[in-house]
């Protein structure tokens, strides 16, 4: 009687090991259902073609259970029909035991195949997609290098257009408001180019107007912004070295343009230039000033 408990013991705890192992194989197969849905069926189906043999082995452990109930009251009579009884169940242990080593080595190498297979197809689908990717990547690039190149050279060509323009109203028409001003002084040049080499120091003057007592370098801009205000007032540091004809002369700076951004014109203000303003009807104006409010470079 205790050998066959402890065959039941046995078959129950091989049983249990079976029973945790597909557990664990359950698991896996719903993680990888996720990236491969056409295995569920067949996974389903192993499963339960599993639970089939789990059935039918419990049922053979009832089977023993009861033989093992019927035994302990008639083990007198039945030793030998127990024993014979015991070797079949054995035998049939043996064989579940087989089949289901079989099973499980199947079903493990058909898991194995179609991981791989899956995983084959998911790189070729990436590498496929990664490609794509990258062509269209590079048609996008080279579209937006494209257009920004010609938003670039027709940017220049307003600009340049434009500025030249707004150069020869205000070259033409400053004298007077200058005048109008209070401030007696003469077109000298527009256009002047100065630079010193050695020190990579290089300075353009749209216009310059000046007196026999001062100069004033017009920085002329059809849009002005504070980068603008910024550059223009570096290069002034540096105007009475590239004209030394102004030396001893007040020198005070003035920015013109049709549009100041937000806060410019008042940034120029700040920093004592002054300020010229062009109208689109071409009617001039400088907004009013101290002299004494001026910076001279």
Same mark, same amino acid.
């Given at each position: 009687m205790p050998q066959l408990r402890q065959m039941v013991l046995d078959n129950t705890e091989r049983i249990n090991k079976n029973e945790l192992i597909i557990?664990? @194989?359950?698991?896996? &197969?719903?993680?990888?259902?996720?990236?491969?849905?056409?295995? /569920?069926?067949?996974l389903e189906n192993s499963r339960r073609e599993h639970d089939r043999w789990s059935q039918r082995m419990r049922e053979t452990l009832d089977e023993i259970a009861q033989i093992a109930r019927r035994s302990q009251i008639e083990r007198e009579k039945r030793d030998c029909e127990w024993e014979k009884r015991m070797r079949e169940q054995e035998?049939?242990?043996?064989? $579940?035991?087989?089949? @289901?080593?079989?099973?499980?080595?199947? &079903?493990?190498?058909?898991?194995?195949e179609q991981f791989a297979e899956n995983d084959r197809k998911m790189r070729e689908r990436m590498e496929e997609s990664d490609r794509k990717m990258r062509e269209q990547f590079e048609e996008t690039e080279k579209q937006l290098k494209d257009t920004s190149l010609e938003v670039k050279r027709l940017s220049r060509q307003?600009? $340049? =257009? =434009?500025?030249?323009?707004?150069? $020869?109203?205000v070259s033409s028409s400053t004298e007077k408001i200058f005048q109008k001003a209070g401030?007696?002084?003469h077109n000298s040049g527009k256009n002047l180019k100065r630079s010193l080499p050695a020190e990579h120091i290089a300075m353009e003057v749209d216009v310059l107007l000046s007196s026999a007592e001062m100069a004033v370098p017009i920085e002329?801009?059809? &849009?002005? =912004?504070?980068?603008?205000?910024?550059?223009?007032?570096?290069?002034?540091r540096h105007f009475r070295r590239l004209f030394p004809e102004y030396d001893g002369k007040e020198v005070?700076?003035?920015i013109a343009a049709i549009n100041y951004e937000k806060g410019v014109a008042e940034l120029a203000h700040r920093e004592k230039l002054?300020?010229?303003?062009? &109208?689109?009807? /071409?009617?001039?104006?400088? /907004?009013?000033?101290?002299?004494? /409010?001026?910076?001279?470079?």
């Open positions: 557990s664990q @194989m359950r698991k896996e &197969n719903l993680e990888q259902s996720r990236k491969a849905v056409e295995r /569920d069926e067949m035998a049939r242990s043996a064989e $579940g035991d087989r089949k @289901m080593r079989e099973q499980f080595k199947e &079903n493990d190498r058909w898991m194995k307003l600009s $340049g =257009t =434009t500025g030249h323009i707004v150069e $020869g109203l401030l007696d002084l002329v801009k059809a &849009n002005c =912004t504070k980068d603008d205000i910024y550059r223009f007032l570096h290069q002034m005070f700076a003035a002054l300020v010229i303003r062009v &109208n689109s009807d /071409d009617i001039f104006s400088i /907004d009013p000033f101290k002299r004494e /409010d001026l910076l001279n470079f």
